[in-house]
Structure formats: structure tokens, C-alpha cells
């Protein structure tokens, strides 16, 4: 072969394996294209169908009013208080599941009949109810322990709801006499006598707007998700606290994941959670907390535990100052087509009730995926909120959409970010690219003619390992989401820092000249 003809074949073998490459970075760019769409438009799916929920006591007992034939024992309020609670949590889940067999592990005789009723009037006109709260004043209690008779005052959700529209929803305050029988599987409602239902009113938003500085989200590198409240580590938490103040935060977004703070005892949680305030405190750093994280989706069954944890987790909320507002749920908006716009609109309303009832002075708002549901329930809260992954030339149309919403009230971006993923030599991401996507961000939300009342990045770190139930199973996705934080898991800043730092001060400094 003559060394011309050498050439030629070397240069067109060149040139097939040019375009070889290319093809391949092309394939290869498509299928990040398709998971960046999967990553923004990620479901945190539920469970196909809802397990029979373990009973939380849920029962307020009260001295009753004359004696009783038998004193009521701390370990027979317990029991009879499991057994009311489970009995409503169970009649509730029966009417999701359209199955009456349920019932009988709860309720007897004249009870049991009208219960069977409930389930098939709920399959046919469509309505749910779950009980929120009951209190319990005992009337009777027969001296050799097999009757029990109570007054009860409960706090009532009912509602219809259709895929796409919540068409009826109340919360009402239901009293009446329940009668249970101890029998030889143990306590069971043998009779419920309602007397009375009265319109529970949703309060009034408080006066004024709640104010929030600009801020982060934040899991620790090591331990975000599920790992973060079960390894609470209160001195990676001050350390923390401390760098996003250094990067001009002002304020945290922090996620209450729904297993820890329901658990059987939610004790350690909460008190890590008291904890984890004071250490904001400290930092000069207001709080969002974000309620409900991977909850399990949202049938009627499981809304008497939503309940629960809302009286454990509230009283904390309320006690310290620096709670800016409470966050009721994290992208909703994100299970409308799973689980049907009506049903989550349905919860979403219930779980404002109760936290307008419980802590009346902390301000709500519901953090959406995207601007395009910041109407829903929008008069009834008292900031908005919503998430922004979209291209940066569509901030400032977003920001617009939800002003319109808000009308006077603020509105808080509290999720914007982009990854420094490096799959090959700085494609489809780098460091680089990160800071420029979040310099064009947040030039676009800040500065702004009618700018976002205040922006939160996601997130702090990057992670050294993903959870697959908060992103997914994917092993790409899981990389991409690692790389979203201002500082490596090293603990050094990348550029992206310095873009937070620069706009954050910035915004500082105006606020304080104004």
C-alpha cells in the first residue's frame, strides 16, 4: 500500500469514528434531554393502594362530670382510646376501598350495620369524611368493665372530589354518645349516636404579610432525606448554619419527613427539630419547615394521622420566633394526575384548617412545582410559593404568573437550582455552567421590575449519595441531583457560590438602604 493510499484510509478511518462520536454524543444528549425532563416533571408516587393505617391514640380525655360504677385506669383509656380512634380511621378506609368487611374489627352490633351503610353511601354519592380530632367525656362504665358509654366532640373533614375538581369539602364539629362493648377480640363501637354538626370556619388570615430573606434549601452531604432526621448530628447542623449565612442567607428550608414525625414516637424527632431551630436562631436565619415530606399519598385513611402529626409538630413550630411560615406540602401539583386534583385539593384544605386552628399566628403558604398552580387556593394563603427549573429566559414570565396570583401578597420562589454533573469533560454540565445558569436566574427573579420576594436555592451541598424514594431509582438522575449544591462534598465552595454570595449581599444591602 502506497503511503497516499495509507493516509487516505487513516483520514476516512478518522472521520468514521468522528462521526461515530458524534452520533453517540447526540444519543447521548438525547437521553439527557429526556431525563432532565423526567427529573423536573419527577412523581413521588404513592402506593397503589393504601394500607390499613396502624391507630395513633387520638382521643383528648376529659374528667367526667359524676362518678362512674368503675374508675377509668390510665391503661383502659388507652385501650378504649385506641379502639375509638381506630374505629373512625377504619370506616374511613373501608369508603376508599368500598370494602364494608373491614368494619367488623372495629365496630358490633347496631353500629357495624349503620357503618356498612356509611361505606355503601360513600361508593355511591362519591363523599369522604375523616375525623381530625376527638375528645371524650366518659358517661358511663359498667362496674364489671364490658360496657363503656362516652360523649364525644370531634373535629370532621368531608368532602367529594371528582380527578380534576374538588367539588364539595366542609370541616365540621360532629358531638354524640358513643357506646362500646368489650368483647372477646377487645373494645368495639357498639353504637354512635350523633346529636349535633356544626360549620367549623376556616380563621381569617392574619394581618399583614409575612416577610422571608433570601436562603437555601438543606440536607447535610452526608444524610439527606430519610437519612437527615434519624442521624440528626446537631454539630454538622450548626457548621452548616453557619455557611449559609456566610453565603448571604438569611433564611433555611428544611423538610419534616412524614415517617419520623408519625412515627409511634415521634419523641426524638421532635426534639431534634426544636433543636435545629435554636441553632437558626442563633445563625440570624429564619425557618420554612416543609411539612408532610414523602407522605404516602392521600386517602381519607391516612388523614386522622396527618392530624396527629400536626398536634405534635405545631406547638414547637409556634414556640420559637423564627418560623417565617410553614411550607403545607412539598409540589402537590405533582400528584394531580395520580391521585386526582380534587382529592389533593380536598387534603390540602384540611391540613389548612388544622393548622389555622392549632397555630393561628404562623403564616402558610404551598411550595408548587411550578408557576402554572399558584391560584389554587391561592386567597386562602398567606404568601406564595413555587419552584422554578424552567429555562432562565422563562423566570421573568413565571414571576409574572404567580404576581397576578398573589395579588399584595409575597411571593417566594423557594426552589431554584442546576446541577454541575460532569458525565464528560464539563457535557452536559460543569461547575462553569452551573454558576452561569444561576447568575441568569437569579438576575432574572431579583432584578426584576416587580422582583420575587425572595428566592431559596437548592440546595446547600451536594450530596454523597441520592435517596431513589425522593428522585428515583435512575442512576443518572440520582448523579445529576447529588451536584445541585454551592459547596462540594468536600466542604469547598464552587463557583456557584460566589454567584450566591454576590447577588444575596446585593439584595441585603438594598433591603437595608430602603
Known sequence: MTRRVRIAAQVAAALVFVAGLWAALGATAEVYRQLEEREVTHRYLAEAVTPVPEARDMVDWQAPRAGLARPLTEGDAVQIGRAITAAWQLLTVAQDAGDPDLLAD????VALGRARLSVADAQAGGGRMAVLSITAEP?????DGSVFQARLRMRVSRHIASDSTLLHHEVTWDEGVVTLMNESNGWRVYQYRRDAGQPASLPALRPGHPALGNGLNYFPADRPWRKFWPNFDIAQVRTDFARIRALGGRSVRVFLTYDD???PDPSDALRDLARLLDLARLEGLQVVPTLF??????RSGLWGRDAVMLANVLPILAAKGNVAMIDLKNEPDLDF??????QVEGWLLTMLFQVRLLAPDLPVTVGWSSARY???LAPLLDAISYHDYTQPGESLSGLQAARQAAGDKPVLVTEIGYTSYDAILGWPASETAQAEALEARLDALLNAPRPADAVMVWTLTDF???DPGAVGANPLIRKRQAAYGMVDIHGRDKPAAD???RHFSATQSESIAE
Not at 372495629?106 to 352490633?109: I, V
Not at 358517661?139 to 362496674?143: L, N, Y
Open 374 to 376: 399558584v391560584g389554587v
Open 293 to 298: 415530606d414523602q407522605r404516602p399519598g392521600y
Open 499 to 501: 454567584v450566591l454570595r
Open 261 to 263: 414525625f408519625t412515627a
Open 337 to 342: 394526575e395520580t391521585h386526582g386534583q380534587g
Open 464 to 466: 454523597v449519595q441520592v
Open 139 to 143: 358517661t358511663f362504665f359498667h362496674r
Open 106 to 109: 372495629a365496630f358490633s352490633g
